[in-house]
């Protein structure tokens, strides 16, 4: 039975709540019903940004790009490279098919891009321009073909890194456009947005209870929560980067779950002393802080099949493992956004610059869906032909009676029809067809 150094005393659930669902509610029958205008006035009244057209020219795209320093640049377009060098690798791994399964039928599938997608890219607290790499460049790779960017003005303008990042990305279109407002008119169109097929990319409770409103309408990539973290360590690791990996989590917000799991009680009682020390140094601790207060936790196991169940229980979006045999964790567990491993790596490197996606499951939905990735952007639809007479009254004989079985005379006739016009075939109308060919052929 694990236990407890310190519970979060918060219960982990969806973040939508009344007022947040009623506001995005509202929202979108605004833009859904006034279009442009709604966007303006909606950007006016949320972010205090005024302009007639929201799209930024080239000339705008370009003054951001001359604002950065040549280092800055450098630097996004080398954490960029390693986004689209992985998800070349994985779009390689997902190959077309086409099989003959029975003489004379052939079965595929194939992996087609989605045609057009509208990326989110947070502003807020902290300008999230590596949402721009993960969305818009995996996007690219996966051969979408116009691929739209949305993000809100920081400080009453365009946030150059922001745009830099969006359009050496490869991004089509960029907006200066941010909250709710921007999600709704790329999810259904306005006069001078043309509406999307798919929506990616993270966002603060509003953005996401409005992808949730949306779904159905626009494919989403997932439902986002809170950033969580979960570090796994036995002896071996070191309490001080225990206690920084976790605290450079919970800085993304107040409500960011911290969980340390661990077999080493030792290793608990000196990582909660060093959490309280940096605390008193970190720039951000007023954010981290909330966080770890109410949302963190510390959790002591007897064995390492111990830490896989709780681990699993847990299913956090980032899973850190800092033991003496990390491979074990990836052996065994399951249930997790993104997983790594040894204390040579670590969120950080994930969130902005190794090259797997930061867009990962929250809330418990490891449970069922990875994250973002190439083949979020494809959707593999199947194809098949049946070549010779012989193969459609062979199959036809099967459809027929399968189809009577369960009461569907329209799906047995278009067994039949082919019945009686590839096979001489005899079958009065509505019932099904005798058995001619053997059980196996």
Not at 118 to 125: D, I, L, Q, R
Not at 274 to 294: D, G, H, M, N, Y
Request: hydrophobic content about 40%.
């Amino acid at each position: 039975m694990p236990k407890y150094l310190k519970s979060s005393g918060t219960p982990r659930g969806n973040v939508s709540n009344l007022k947040v669902r009623q506001t995005v509610e509202r929202i979108i029958e605004d833009v859904e019903r006034e279009k442009d205008l709604a966007v303006r006035r909606l950007s006016i009244e949320f972010d205090g940004y005024d302009r007639q057209t929201y799209r930024l020219s080239a000339q705008e795209i370009q003054y951001c790009i001359d604002w950065l320093a040549k280092e800055d640049l450098d630097d996004i377009l080398f954490a960029q490279e390693q986004v689209r060098n992985f998800a070349r690798k994985q779009r390689d791994c997902l190959l077309d098919l086409e099989v003959e399964t029975y003489p004379g039928v052939v079965l595929g599938h194939r992996n087609i891009p989605i045609a057009n997608v509208g990326c989110y890219v947070p502003g807020g607290k902290y300008p999230l321009l590596a949402s721009a790499h993960m969305s818009v460049v995996t996007a690219k790779v996966a051969g979408v073909e116009r691929i739209i960017t949305c993000a809100p003005p920081v400080n009453g303008r365009p946030s150059p890194a922001i745009v830099a990042a969006q359009h050496l990305a490869g991004a089509d279109e960029i907006y200066c456009l941010g909250g709710v407002q921007a999600v709704v008119a790329m999810a259904l169109g306005t006069e001078s947005i043309a509406a999307v097929d798919m929506l990616v990319g993270p966002g603060n409770a509003y953005v996401a209870e409005a992808k949730r409103q949306l779904y159905g309408r626009v494919g989403i990539d997932l439902f986002a929560g809170p950033t969580e973290t979960l570090i796994i360590a036995d002896e071996t690791a070191d309490a001080l980067t225990c206690a920084t990996d976790i605290l450079g989590q919970a800085e993304h917000g107040p409500d960011s779950p911290a969980i340390l799991l661990t077999t080493s009680e030792s290793l608990a009682v000196e990582t909660l002393r060093q959490i309280e020390e940096l605390l008193s140094v970190l720039p951000t601790a007023e954010i981290a802080r909330k966080a770890w207060e109410a949302h963190g936790e510390i959790i002591i196991c007897k064995d390492d099949a111990e830490l896989v169940v709780e681990a699993d229980r847990i299913a956090s979006e980032h899973v850190q493992v800092m033991t003496r045999d990390p491979d074990y964790f990836l052996e065994n567990m399951r249930n997790y956004g993104a997983l790594f491993l040894g204390e040579r790596t670590n969120v950080a490197y994930g969130d902005k610059v190794i090259g797997t996606n930061h867009t990962l499951p929250t809330l418990g939905a490891a449970r069922y869906t990875g994250g973002l990735w190439v083949g979020k952007f494809l959707k593999t639809c199947t194809y098949q032909r049946v070549l010779t007479d012989e193969a459609s009254v062979y199959f036809g004989e099967y459809c027929s009676r399968l189809s009577m079985l369960e009461g569907f005379v329209g799906h047995t006739e278009q067994a039949n029809i082919r019945l009686r016009r590839f096979g001489g075939r005899s079958v009065p109308y509505g019932t099904a067809a005798d058995r001619v060919i053997g059980p196996h052929g």
